[in-house]
């Protein structure tokens, strides 16, 4: 099945065709399976967002850290927004500054480095400052971006515990501006189609899910100092599970059991989990098995068993390259710029003063579930999760 691709240049001039013909014009994709594509909806801008596509306005945003992400993903991903722009960066790296300048022609007075960072407030060219620091500098550079006066997309992990979480939900409250969560997968066709056929029970009721994700690490970044990270692979690869498995069922756990993987490597190991097993227990009686690790090459699965039928992705997580397929056969979905339609929505809930679909609660949520998986597998016992904030992204019944 052809999927319609907003991104792609012969789709941008269909877009703006359909455009023309009024903001009531809309465009509808079905699969095999029936209903509607609910990641076709992201084209469906707000008034604020259409006169903003029709003048050529875009938000400026400012990447705050230039790693791999930044580099490799987020930056070309703005090369492909139409309601957000690359404006601005702050980084701790000469060099970087420099390569950056000429490469996305920054204007000077839109680079910082974290000792002037704070400047940004009076920045009228910055509207959005997206945090792509370690886990634990999350929490300041949230707070910090708070008083500014921004809008804020922070990267997952939202932070090293929830109450980090909490005081950033605070901070962005008190300031009155929009903060999201970077979960790219809910702006992702295939994972969106899991969230349509779980959540409206489309092969009966999910009795078991089956969740993996993980690599081998050959050397220690900061992703195995506790500090920085927060944890292991848990807080890294598996929060990818932990979130598959809520947005396919549509629910959240009632209690959590979990255990420790052996330490292949004492040094690369000395503060984190090398990996981890856990399972989640749903009240209708449903199971989640999942496995994270820093000490294997996992298969990257999503999976739901259902009574009448099953659904899964494999691989299900990654930047592109994703597949899915059903006990009915292929999804027929495409892949598509992730990130670019993540930071597109969030600029339309910043235009047309909605909530983002992947809040600072939602963060907090899978900091807390999080938490108590790291519980159980400490104590060997099973953990409630009663608790836990309950903040979803509910497919809609028109989808």
């Not at 506790?226 to 990818?240: Q, S």
């Not at 969030?346 to 679909?357: E, G, S, V, W, Y």
């Not at 809040?359 to 999760?385: C, F, H, N, W």
Request: with cysteine; aromatic share 8%.
């Amino acid at each position: 099945m052809k999927t319609f691709d907003p991104y792609s240049s012969a789709s941008r001039r269909e877009f703006m065709r359909t455009l023309s013909l009024g903001v009531g014009a809309s465009l509808v994709g079905t699969t095999a399976l029936g209903g509607s594509l609910s990641w076709l909806d992201e084209i469906s801008y707000g008034p604020a967002s259409l006169e903003a596509l029709q003048t050529g306005k875009q938000l400026g945003v400012a990447l705050v850290g230039l790693g791999g992400y930044s580099s490799g993903q987020l930056a070309p991903a703005l090369q492909k927004t139409k309601l957000c722009k690359l404006a601005g960066i702050v980084t701790g790296t000469p060099s970087k500054a420099t390569q950056w300048k000429q490469q996305y022609q920054i204007p000077d007075q839109n680079i910082y480095d974290y000792k002037t960072f704070d400047r940004i407030a009076d920045n009228p060219a910055i509207d959005i400052i997206y945090i792509v620091l370690p886990v634990g500098l999350h929490a300041e550079y949230v707070e910090r971006a708070a008083k500014a006066g921004k809008h804020v997309i922070c990267e997952k992990p939202m932070a090293n515990t929830a109450a980090d979480c909490r005081r950033m939900i605070t901070a962005m409250q008190k300031s009155g501006k929009k903060f999201s969560i970077g979960y790219r997968l809910h702006f992702e066709p295939h994972n969106q189609e899991m969230m349509r056929l779980g959540q409206q029970k489309v092969f009966g009721p999910i009795k078991k899910l089956t969740a993996d994700n993980g690599f081998r690490a050959g050397s220690k970044t900061w992703r195995q100092d506790k500090e920085l990270a927060g944890g292991g692979p848990l807080m890294d690869m598996g929060i990818y599970c932990v979130q598959g498995v809520i947005y396919t069922k549509g629910e959240l756990p009632v209690s959590v059991t979990a255990k420790f993987g052996p330490k292949t490597d004492p040094v690369l190991f000395n503060e984190v989990e090398a990996s981890i097993n856990w399972q989640m227990q749903f009240a209708d009686g449903a199971v989640a098995n999942c496995r994270t690790s820093y000490a294997e090459n996992m298969n990257s699965l999503l999976r739901a068993d259902a009574t009448k039928g099953w659904m899964e992705l494999q691989p299900a997580y990654g930047y592109g390259g994703l597949d899915g397929r059903t006990s009915q056969g292929p999804m027929n979905v495409e892949n598509v710029p992730q990130q670019a339609r993540q930071m597109d929505d969030f600029a339309d809930c910043i235009l047309n003063n909605k909530p983002t679909r992947v809040p600072g609660e939602m963060g907090l949520r899978d900091m807390q579930i999080i938490e108590a998986i790291y519980r159980a597998a400490e104590t060997g016992q099973k953990v409630s999760t009663k608790d836990v904030v309950a903040v979803f992204d509910k497919v809609s019944s028109k989808q």
